[in-house]
Protein backbone atom coordinates (compact mmCIF):
# COMPACT_ATOMS: atom_id res chain seq x y z
CA UNK A 1 0.00 0.00 0.00
CA UNK A 2 1.03 3.42 -0.83
CA UNK A 3 2.38 5.86 2.32
CA UNK A 4 0.62 8.82 2.86
CA UNK A 5 3.31 10.71 1.47
CA UNK A 6 3.36 9.07 -1.79
CA UNK A 7 -0.65 9.56 -1.88
CA UNK A 8 -0.23 13.59 -1.56
CA UNK A 9 2.86 13.11 -4.09
CA UNK A 10 0.04 11.52 -6.57
CA UNK A 11 -2.82 13.47 -5.80
CA UNK A 12 -0.79 16.82 -6.06
CA UNK A 13 0.88 15.66 -9.51
CA UNK A 14 -2.45 14.37 -11.32
CA UNK A 15 -3.93 17.63 -9.75
CA UNK A 16 -0.95 19.84 -11.48
CA UNK A 17 -1.14 18.21 -14.91
CA UNK A 18 -4.90 18.46 -15.06
CA UNK A 19 -4.32 22.37 -14.55
CA UNK A 20 -1.29 22.53 -16.83
CA UNK A 21 -3.32 20.43 -19.62
CA UNK A 22 -6.45 23.11 -18.90
CA UNK A 23 -4.65 25.47 -19.53
CA UNK A 24 -3.33 24.35 -22.93
CA UNK A 25 -6.88 23.97 -23.77
CA UNK A 26 -7.47 27.31 -22.92
CA UNK A 27 -4.58 28.85 -25.22
CA UNK A 28 -5.59 26.91 -28.03
CA UNK A 29 -9.24 26.51 -28.35
CA UNK A 30 -11.23 28.78 -25.99
CA UNK A 31 -9.70 32.20 -25.77
CA UNK A 32 -9.02 32.43 -29.82
CA UNK A 33 -12.63 32.20 -30.21
CA UNK A 34 -13.78 35.50 -28.40
CA UNK A 35 -11.57 37.14 -30.84
CA UNK A 36 -14.86 38.95 -32.11
CA UNK A 37 -14.87 40.48 -28.67
CA UNK A 38 -12.67 43.55 -27.61
CA UNK A 39 -9.55 42.39 -25.54
CA UNK A 40 -9.83 44.45 -22.64
CA UNK A 41 -13.45 43.52 -22.21
CA UNK A 42 -12.62 39.97 -22.39
CA UNK A 43 -9.92 40.33 -19.54
CA UNK A 44 -12.25 41.83 -17.28
CA UNK A 45 -15.36 39.38 -18.28
CA UNK A 46 -12.80 36.24 -17.26
CA UNK A 47 -11.97 37.52 -14.47
CA UNK A 48 -14.90 39.81 -13.07
CA UNK A 49 -17.83 36.46 -13.73
CA UNK A 50 -15.79 34.12 -11.48
CA UNK A 51 -14.85 36.35 -8.85
CA UNK A 52 -18.72 36.93 -8.48
CA UNK A 53 -19.32 33.34 -7.70
CA UNK A 54 -16.10 33.37 -5.81
CA UNK A 55 -17.95 35.88 -3.41
CA UNK A 56 -20.32 33.33 -2.60
CA UNK A 57 -18.00 30.73 -1.23
CA UNK A 58 -15.15 32.77 0.22
CA UNK A 59 -16.77 36.06 1.36
CA UNK A 60 -15.29 35.33 4.59
CA UNK A 61 -11.98 36.04 3.07
CA UNK A 62 -12.50 39.97 3.06
CA UNK A 63 -11.95 39.33 6.95
CA UNK A 64 -8.33 39.49 5.99
CA UNK A 65 -8.30 42.95 4.56
CA UNK A 66 -7.65 44.54 8.23
CA UNK A 67 -4.71 42.48 8.47
CA UNK A 68 -3.29 43.86 5.42
CA UNK A 69 -0.35 46.38 5.35
CA UNK A 70 0.38 49.09 3.24
CA UNK A 71 3.08 47.44 1.62
CA UNK A 72 0.85 43.72 1.79
CA UNK A 73 -2.22 45.70 -0.34
CA UNK A 74 0.45 47.34 -2.80
CA UNK A 75 2.08 44.30 -4.03
CA UNK A 76 -1.07 42.20 -4.46
CA UNK A 77 -2.31 45.18 -6.40
CA UNK A 78 0.80 44.87 -8.54
CA UNK A 79 0.92 41.09 -9.10
CA UNK A 80 -2.69 41.49 -9.84
CA UNK A 81 -1.63 44.98 -12.37
CA UNK A 82 0.80 42.77 -13.71
CA UNK A 83 -0.10 38.86 -13.84
CA UNK A 84 -3.49 39.60 -14.24
CA UNK A 85 -4.65 42.40 -16.18
CA UNK A 86 -1.35 43.38 -18.39
CA UNK A 87 -0.11 40.19 -18.84
CA UNK A 88 -3.24 38.23 -19.71
CA UNK A 89 -4.13 41.46 -22.33
CA UNK A 90 -0.92 40.61 -23.47
CA UNK A 91 -1.36 36.71 -24.17
CA UNK A 92 -4.72 37.11 -25.28
CA UNK A 93 -3.88 39.71 -27.85
CA UNK A 94 -0.94 37.43 -29.20
CA UNK A 95 -3.67 34.47 -29.58
CA UNK A 96 -5.68 37.00 -31.33
CA UNK A 97 -3.57 37.98 -33.69
CA UNK A 98 -2.66 34.76 -35.09
CA UNK A 99 -5.72 33.65 -36.74
CA UNK A 100 -6.01 30.01 -35.50
CA UNK A 101 -2.48 30.01 -37.33
CA UNK A 102 0.76 29.74 -34.86
CA UNK A 103 -1.52 29.21 -31.39
CA UNK A 104 0.67 26.58 -29.84
CA UNK A 105 4.03 28.84 -31.07
CA UNK A 106 1.91 31.79 -29.02
CA UNK A 107 1.89 29.34 -26.02
CA UNK A 108 4.80 27.70 -26.12
CA UNK A 109 6.83 31.03 -26.47
CA UNK A 110 5.02 32.14 -22.85
CA UNK A 111 6.81 29.60 -21.07
CA UNK A 112 9.86 31.74 -21.37
CA UNK A 113 8.19 33.28 -18.31
CA UNK A 114 11.59 31.73 -15.98
CA UNK A 115 14.17 33.05 -17.81
CA UNK A 116 12.44 36.77 -17.11
CA UNK A 117 11.50 35.65 -13.91
CA UNK A 118 14.83 34.75 -12.63
CA UNK A 119 16.26 37.87 -14.44
CA UNK A 120 13.75 39.91 -12.25
CA UNK A 121 14.96 38.29 -9.13
CA UNK A 122 18.51 38.76 -9.67
CA UNK A 123 17.89 42.62 -10.89
CA UNK A 124 15.36 43.99 -7.77
CA UNK A 125 15.66 41.01 -5.31
CA UNK A 126 19.60 41.01 -5.49
CA UNK A 127 19.54 37.15 -6.10
CA UNK A 128 22.38 35.54 -7.12
CA UNK A 129 22.49 34.10 -10.85
CA UNK A 130 23.07 30.18 -11.13
CA UNK A 131 26.44 30.16 -13.16
CA UNK A 132 24.80 28.58 -15.88
CA UNK A 133 21.77 30.69 -16.74
CA UNK A 134 23.15 32.68 -19.12
CA UNK A 135 23.67 29.56 -21.24
CA UNK A 136 20.22 28.37 -20.53
CA UNK A 137 18.50 31.60 -21.21
CA UNK A 138 20.39 31.80 -23.89
CA UNK A 139 19.54 28.81 -25.67
CA UNK A 140 16.00 28.87 -24.63
CA UNK A 141 15.62 32.42 -26.27
CA UNK A 142 17.35 30.98 -29.38
CA UNK A 143 15.42 28.34 -29.42
CA UNK A 144 12.06 30.26 -29.24
CA UNK A 145 13.13 32.76 -32.11
CA UNK A 146 13.43 29.47 -34.38
CA UNK A 147 10.35 28.12 -33.14
CA UNK A 148 8.49 31.02 -34.09
CA UNK A 149 10.37 31.54 -37.40
CA UNK A 150 11.63 28.41 -38.46
CA UNK A 151 15.10 29.02 -40.53
CA UNK A 152 13.65 32.13 -42.24
CA UNK A 153 14.36 35.53 -41.31
CA UNK A 154 11.32 37.56 -40.21
CA UNK A 155 9.09 38.49 -42.96
CA UNK A 156 7.02 41.55 -42.00
CA UNK A 157 5.97 42.49 -45.50
CA UNK A 158 3.69 39.41 -46.05
CA UNK A 159 0.77 40.87 -43.74
CA UNK A 160 1.71 38.24 -41.10
CA UNK A 161 0.99 38.84 -37.81
CA UNK A 162 3.26 36.06 -36.62
CA UNK A 163 6.41 38.50 -35.10
CA UNK A 164 3.78 40.80 -33.72
CA UNK A 165 2.08 37.89 -31.58
CA UNK A 166 5.45 36.94 -30.50
CA UNK A 167 5.78 39.95 -29.12
CA UNK A 168 3.09 39.91 -27.33
CA UNK A 169 3.72 36.57 -25.76
CA UNK A 170 7.17 37.72 -24.44
CA UNK A 171 5.45 40.56 -23.48
CA UNK A 172 2.77 38.36 -21.50
CA UNK A 173 5.81 36.46 -20.11
CA UNK A 174 7.79 39.40 -19.13
CA UNK A 175 4.60 40.54 -16.68
CA UNK A 176 4.01 37.09 -15.14
CA UNK A 177 7.51 36.79 -14.37
CA UNK A 178 6.96 40.00 -12.48
CA UNK A 179 4.38 38.69 -10.57
CA UNK A 180 6.15 35.80 -9.69
CA UNK A 181 9.06 37.78 -8.16
CA UNK A 182 6.37 40.26 -6.68
CA UNK A 183 4.96 37.70 -5.13
CA UNK A 184 7.52 36.65 -3.13
CA UNK A 185 7.38 36.84 0.69
CA UNK A 186 3.95 38.33 0.17
CA UNK A 187 2.10 35.47 -0.36
CA UNK A 188 3.85 32.87 1.92
CA UNK A 189 1.47 34.04 4.25
CA UNK A 190 -2.06 33.59 2.51
CA UNK A 191 -3.51 30.48 1.46
CA UNK A 192 -3.97 29.38 -2.22
CA UNK A 193 -7.99 30.36 -1.67
CA UNK A 194 -6.79 33.88 -0.32
CA UNK A 195 -4.29 34.52 -2.92
CA UNK A 196 -6.55 33.63 -5.96
CA UNK A 197 -9.62 35.40 -4.06
CA UNK A 198 -7.78 38.99 -3.95
CA UNK A 199 -5.88 38.06 -7.54
CA UNK A 200 -8.84 37.98 -8.92
CA UNK A 201 -10.86 40.82 -7.10
CA UNK A 202 -8.02 43.51 -7.97
CA UNK A 203 -7.51 42.87 -11.32
CA UNK A 204 -11.30 42.52 -11.81
CA UNK A 205 -11.37 46.24 -10.26
CA UNK A 206 -8.20 46.79 -12.62
CA UNK A 207 -9.94 45.78 -15.57
CA UNK A 208 -12.87 47.89 -14.67
CA UNK A 209 -11.26 50.63 -15.02
CA UNK A 210 -9.64 50.35 -17.71
CA UNK A 211 -12.95 49.15 -19.73
CA UNK A 212 -14.76 51.83 -18.50
CA UNK A 213 -11.95 54.59 -19.62
CA UNK A 214 -11.71 52.85 -23.25
CA UNK A 215 -15.39 52.69 -23.52
CA UNK A 216 -16.13 49.38 -23.80
CA UNK A 217 -18.31 48.82 -21.06
CA UNK A 218 -20.56 48.55 -23.90
CA UNK A 219 -19.42 45.65 -25.07
CA UNK A 220 -21.77 43.47 -23.53
CA UNK A 221 -24.45 43.85 -26.81
CA UNK A 222 -21.99 42.17 -28.59
CA UNK A 223 -21.78 39.13 -26.57
CA UNK A 224 -23.02 36.06 -28.42
CA UNK A 225 -24.10 33.10 -26.64
CA UNK A 226 -21.82 31.66 -28.63
CA UNK A 227 -19.76 33.42 -26.88
CA UNK A 228 -21.01 33.30 -23.33
CA UNK A 229 -20.52 29.69 -23.71
CA UNK A 230 -16.99 30.46 -23.85
CA UNK A 231 -16.72 32.65 -21.08
CA UNK A 232 -18.64 30.15 -18.67
CA UNK A 233 -16.25 27.47 -19.81
CA UNK A 234 -13.43 29.70 -19.58
CA UNK A 235 -14.62 31.30 -15.67
CA UNK A 236 -14.97 28.17 -13.88
CA UNK A 237 -12.92 25.18 -15.64
CA UNK A 238 -9.78 26.61 -17.25
CA UNK A 239 -9.54 29.56 -15.62
CA UNK A 240 -10.52 30.12 -11.93
CA UNK A 241 -11.23 26.15 -11.76
CA UNK A 242 -7.46 25.48 -13.34
CA UNK A 243 -6.09 27.94 -10.71
CA UNK A 244 -7.51 26.57 -7.65
CA UNK A 245 -6.40 22.83 -8.88
CA UNK A 246 -3.19 24.07 -9.79
CA UNK A 247 -2.44 25.54 -5.70
CA UNK A 248 -3.59 22.30 -4.74
CA UNK A 249 -1.13 20.20 -5.95
CA UNK A 250 1.43 22.62 -5.93
CA UNK A 251 1.16 22.27 -1.97
CA UNK A 252 1.64 18.57 -1.83
CA UNK A 253 4.70 18.48 -4.47
CA UNK A 254 8.36 19.54 -4.40
CA UNK A 255 9.15 22.61 -6.50
CA UNK A 256 11.20 20.42 -8.88
CA UNK A 257 8.31 18.17 -9.64
CA UNK A 258 5.70 21.19 -10.12
CA UNK A 259 8.14 22.19 -13.15
CA UNK A 260 8.19 18.91 -14.68
CA UNK A 261 4.40 18.40 -14.48
CA UNK A 262 3.70 22.21 -16.10
CA UNK A 263 5.21 20.83 -19.11
CA UNK A 264 1.92 19.39 -19.97
CA UNK A 265 0.79 22.82 -20.52
CA UNK A 266 2.73 23.54 -23.65
CA UNK A 267 2.46 19.86 -25.03
CA UNK A 268 -0.94 19.60 -24.94
CA UNK A 269 -1.13 22.78 -26.70
CA UNK A 270 0.68 21.52 -29.51
CA UNK A 271 -1.78 18.60 -28.83
CA UNK A 272 -5.13 20.44 -28.95
CA UNK A 273 -3.27 22.26 -32.02
CA UNK A 274 -3.17 19.21 -34.29
CA UNK A 275 -6.59 18.12 -32.95
CA UNK A 276 -8.29 20.99 -33.18
CA UNK A 277 -6.66 22.89 -36.11
CA UNK A 278 -4.92 20.45 -37.84
CA UNK A 279 -1.29 22.51 -37.14
CA UNK A 280 1.87 20.64 -37.50
CA UNK A 281 4.72 21.82 -36.15
CA UNK A 282 7.84 21.70 -38.77
CA UNK A 283 10.85 20.02 -37.64
CA UNK A 284 13.10 22.95 -36.80
CA UNK A 285 10.23 23.92 -34.37
CA UNK A 286 10.19 20.35 -33.07
CA UNK A 287 13.81 20.47 -32.37
CA UNK A 288 13.02 23.67 -30.99
CA UNK A 289 10.29 23.02 -28.66
CA UNK A 290 12.67 20.67 -27.10
CA UNK A 291 15.65 22.51 -26.49
CA UNK A 292 13.49 25.65 -25.30
CA UNK A 293 11.10 23.10 -22.99
CA UNK A 294 14.65 21.60 -21.95
CA UNK A 295 16.36 24.68 -21.17
CA UNK A 296 13.54 25.96 -19.26
CA UNK A 297 13.53 23.35 -17.36
CA UNK A 298 17.09 23.49 -16.58
CA UNK A 299 16.79 27.20 -15.08
CA UNK A 300 13.78 26.22 -13.19
CA UNK A 301 15.13 23.20 -11.10
CA UNK A 302 18.53 24.44 -11.16
CA UNK A 303 17.34 27.86 -9.71
CA UNK A 304 14.35 26.91 -7.54
CA UNK A 305 15.24 29.12 -4.30
CA UNK A 306 15.22 31.95 -6.61
CA UNK A 307 12.30 31.58 -8.39
CA UNK A 308 10.29 28.31 -7.97
CA UNK A 309 10.64 26.94 -5.05
CA UNK A 310 8.59 28.39 -2.81
CA UNK A 311 5.31 28.36 -2.95
CA UNK A 312 4.97 32.15 -2.87
CA UNK A 313 6.64 32.02 -5.95
CA UNK A 314 4.99 28.94 -7.80
CA UNK A 315 1.82 30.23 -7.02
CA UNK A 316 1.88 33.27 -9.47
CA UNK A 317 3.58 31.35 -12.29
CA UNK A 318 2.11 30.72 -16.33
CA UNK A 319 -2.03 32.18 -15.27
CA UNK A 320 -1.55 35.07 -12.82
Known sequence: MMSNKVKSYVAGSIAICISATLWGLDGVVLTPRLYNLNIQFVVFIIHALPFVMMNVFLFNEYRH???????????IFLIALTGGALGTMAIVKALFLVDFKELSVVVLLQKLQ??????????????RLNRDFALWAGLAIVAGYFLTFGLKLPD???GSNTALAAGYSLIAAFFFGSATVLGK?????????????????????????????????????FV??????????????????AIFLYYYGLKKVPAMLSAIFELFFPLSAIVFDYIFNHKVLSLVQWVS?????????KLSMSSPRKVSAKDADKQLKSRL
Open 224 to 241: TVENWKIILIISFTVGSG
Open 156 to 158: FET
Open 65 to 75: LKFFSLRELLF
Open 114 to 127: PVFAISLAAIILKE
Open 289 to 297: VVIMLVSIL
Open 185 to 221: GVLRNLSFSTATFYRYGFTSLIMLVIVAFSGKINQFQ
